[in-house]
Antibody, heavy 120, light 108 residues
Framework: EVQLVESGGGLVRPGGSLRLSCAAS????????MNWVRQAPGKGLEWVSS????????HYAASLKGRFTISRDNAKNSLYLQMNSLRAEDTAVYYC?????????????WGQGTMVTVSS | EVMLTQSPGTLSLSPGERATLSCRAS???????LAWYQQKPGQAPRLLIY???SRATGIPDRFSGSGSGTDFTLTIRRLESEDFAVYYC?????????FGQGSKVEIK
């Protein structure tokens, strides 16, 4: 079964750090660009970051101001999001999502999400 | 940044009725790079439509997408109970890629 499973979320104090992971199964991550998308409680979807299959192209939402770093380890079939200097407004469910070039770049596979809560 | 504005915010309909959801872009979006997603409470989004009008695998034909330029529409021909959810449009042709704020289809 093709799936993505996120982990690493939790409760962290403002200014703290977390590293999210996204494990792929049923397909080889190495041939796909990947994204992180977040959703604050009761709010809509917000794109966070994207990374190409070979890590040569990386993009971030301007609102992150350099605090987050996306990376991947194709040998481990995994995607990561290092989050530093966390703020209350980073509280959200974080999803990883696969880009399908066959479907013109739409996000065809999503993980179930991992909750990040930033609070003192 | 391309802003996507969805309307209406909430649509109250009965099963069997037709739902028409709008997604308006602040600047022209290539039709190839406009998608629609469905999200139910506690679940991840699910891809419904890509390329503005193509259904993703397994999506029933009561769902259809149309539009070009700055105006796009998702139509659900006859609502079934499992269609009551929130719907998001997304453009990924311009960086940064952006989502609309969502339209909720609720049972009347």
């Amino acid at each position: 079964e093709v799936q993505l499973v996120e982990s690493g979320g939790g409760l962290v104090r403002p200014g703290g750090s977390l590293r999210l992971s996204c494990a792929a199964s049923g397909f080889s991550l190495s041939t796909y660009s990947m994204n992180w998308v977040r959703q604050a409680p009761g709010k809509g979807l917000e794109w966070v970051s994207s990374i190409s299959s070979d890590s040569s192209y990386i993009h971030y939402a301007a609102s992150l101001k350099g605090r987050f770093t996306i990376s991947r380890d194709n040998a481990k079939n995994s995607l990561y999001l290092q989050m530093n200097s966390l703020r209350a407004e980073d509280t959200a469910v974080y999803y990883c999502a696969r880009v399908s070039y066959k479907l013109l770049g739409a996000f065809d596979i999503w993980g179930q999400g991992t909750m990040v809560t930033v609070s003192s | 940044e391309v802003m996507l504005t969805q309307s209406p915010g909430t649509l109250s309909l009965s099963p069997g009725e037709r739902a028409t959801l709008s997604c308006r872009a602040s600047q022209s979006v290539s039709s190839s790079f406009l998608a629609w997603y469905q999200q139910k409470p506690g679940q991840a989004p699910r891809l419904l439509i890509y390329g503005a009008s193509s259904r993703a695998t397994g999506i029933p034909d009561r769902f259809s997408g149309s539009g070009s330029g700055t105006d796009f529409t998702l139509t659900i021909r006859r609502l079934e109970s499992e269609d009551f959810a929130v719907y998001y449009c997304q453009q990924y042709g311009s960086s940064p890629q952006t989502f609309g704020q969502g339209s909720k289809v609720e049972i009347k």
